[in-house]
């Protein structure tokens, strides 16, 4: 407190200066002091509920590796010859040994400039070929390089063409024009000693070879000389094969399998297999209890740190009578209690013949002093190794369905958990766009080779290449030359192409309402799709999930009412009854949806904060009103003290006075 001044008493001799402060202190400063005693405590309240909010905040980071199956359905493989075959696994594998043996590796189509033709006598990587156009189709080629005889070409429906244009002609501007068009083709100059000669090479797999035409600025497109070098196709041959494109072949447990690449993703289901080379090999493939133990071991250990720092922060010492700054605090009782709940609960929707229902079920148990959990190692190890799926189910967010075409896909925080009975009344389609007459079978530049496309919605166009094809070669051109689109492809859109009696067929590959697809214009729309063709969009799924119709996307089914929230995908052919899903919440989804709501902005912490904030602005308001009370306090008792001083001296005046008169007086008898 700031104390005033005056000068001392001339009339008394007072200290009135040290007797007005003494007396203002000894009214103030008690009020004063307990005032900084409550900011102090509240102060390290403050500071409580931020090391408690941390300790919450990295207990619910534990939580999320506790969700869903996929830390629970571990599995290693191993690889008995490495030299052969290397193996990495999903959680999709099933258990077992795979016998694998290897007769030829995938190769991927290789053609060079044939040095043998003298316009292909290259001595420098900047010798210029020629300019123009090439255009890239890939499929199945049957060409026999030893008589250099170019058969037939088979179009792969699921591989575009593409075209690039050449402006610089030399092998440099050739190579890095084919690299850059990113359509999986590579090219490089290769110097043989001799001649520098420029390689182009497809990715591996048979249907993947390279059938490459030229326009040549040149204005002969076939002739050993400009661009033309560079045809590989019935018309010339013009470059030299140096690997033919080959499918992986192999057997699996004695059946024969034929891939198109060396790395086999979804031959075995859950397992991506690398071949190296021709051989054998046992693949062996069991349960890996490693990612979920450690997720466990992870929440436990966040939650004994979680326990430790509220037993630190509610503690009382005996020895010093000293309290934590939270000892007896409301916030964290609630905080504690609502913990106690979930973790002493079995998890609600699992049946009551589930093995696991309780954390004591899987060997953790909590200790009743102070509170900390504990892991019986075995008991745990016993659990993921024979029902990790259930220990999944103690944990996490599941939605388990009878029907094994019917799958969980997600559910909101207040979805309630249970079983719901699931009826579809009509399943989802894809859009379609069917021809009135059988496609004409030849296109011819300029005149029918162009089609203009909607696919979801989104415009297209493509450019048939010329040429008398069959109505199944037709429809694999069609389907190349629109899942070619790049604006398609990078949509996740695509198209499927069938032939039917030559009547051609546009399937979309998703399904529901957004899924429509037409030819809307272009030079060939008639002559492929005939004068009055179909195209009938795509229907969401309809049906009900629980008690009450869901809403519908594509093949997801998303619940209303009772259901509110849970969104299923149903997949095959039956309508009708399709079984039931039973969703449960477990403990980790529980403690999550605590955690998040404790520590959101709204939540109670924070309210706590903003309580003792507004606690200590109240301090502060009071320390104002205090040092008014002080300046009127000391002013009132200065105003005093000068009043008296001011009497004592007109009475030390009037006894001075006195006392001169009175020896003035003569004395009796003197």
Known sequence: MVGITTSTGLGSGLDITGIVNQLVSAEITPKANR?????????????????????????????????GQLNFDGRSAISSNTSVADVTTTETAASGNYNLSVTQLADAHSLVTDSSLTAAQFTSETDVLGTGTLTFKFGTTAYDPVTDTYTSFTQNADKGSQSITITDGSLVGIRDA????????????????????????????????????????????????????????????????????????????????????????????????????????????????????????????????????????????????????????????????????????????LPSDAPYRILADVGITRSSSDGTMTIDSAKLDAALQNNPKDVANLFGDQG??????????????????????????????????????????????????????????????????????TAATLAAEIQAAINGIQTYSNAGLSVTVSENAGVLTLTSNRYGSSSAVSVTGGTGQTDLFGSSPVATD???????????????????????AGALGLKIKVTGSATGSRGSITLTRGIGVQLDALMASMLDTNGMLNDKTNSINSSIDDINAQRDQLLVRQTALHDRLQKQFIALDTLVGQLTATSNSLASQLASLPKIGG
């Open 35 to 67: 005032l900084d005693q409550k900011e102090v405590r509240l102060q390290a309240q403050i500071s409580a509920v931020g090391t408690l909010k941390g300790s919450m905040s990295n207990f619910q980071s534990s939580l999320s590796a506790l969700r």
């Open 178 to 349: 084919i690299n850059n068009a990113g359509m999986g083709v590579t090219a490089s100059i290769i110097n043989d000693g001799t001649h520098y000669r420029l390689a182009i090479t497809s990715t591996t797999g048979e249907a993947s070879s390279m059938e490459i035409t030229v326009a040549d600025d040149d204005g002969n497109n076939t002739d050993a000389s400009g661009l033309s070098l560079l045809d590989f196709s019935s018309s010339a041959t013009n470059l030299s094969q140096t690997h033919a494109g080959q499918d992986a072949l192999l057997s699996i447990n004695g059946v024969s399998v034929t891939n198109a690449s060396n790395t086999l993703t979804s031959t075995i289901s859950g397992l991506n297999v690398t071949l190296n080379s021709a051989g054998t090999s046992t693949i062996t493939v069991s349960q890996d209890t490693s990612s979920a133990k450690s997720a466990i071991n992870g929440f436990v250990k966040a939650y004994n740190g979680l326990v430790s720092t509220m037993n630190k922060l509610s503690a009382y010492d005996p020895a010093t009578k000293v309290g934590g700054p939270l000892q007896g605090d409301v916030t964290l009782l609630s905080i504690r209690s609502q913990l106690n709940t979930i973790l002493a609960s079995a998890v609600d929707g």
């Open 400 to 469: 388990n369905a009878t029907d094994s075409q019917v799958s969980y896909v997600e559910s909101l925080s207040d979805t309630p958990v249970g079983n719901y009975a699931v009826d579809v009344t009509s399943l989802a389609t894809q859009g379609t766009f069917v021809g009135s007459a059988a496609a004409a079978l030849t296109i011819t530049s300029g005149v029918n080779d162009t089609l203009d496309i909607s696919l979801g919605g989104v415009a297209g166009g493509i450019t048939l290449t010329p040429g008398t094809y």
């Open 538 to 560: 795509g229907t969401d799924i309809v049906g009900s999930i629980g008690s009450a119709a869901g809403t519908g996307s594509g093949q997801e089914l998303t619940g209303d």
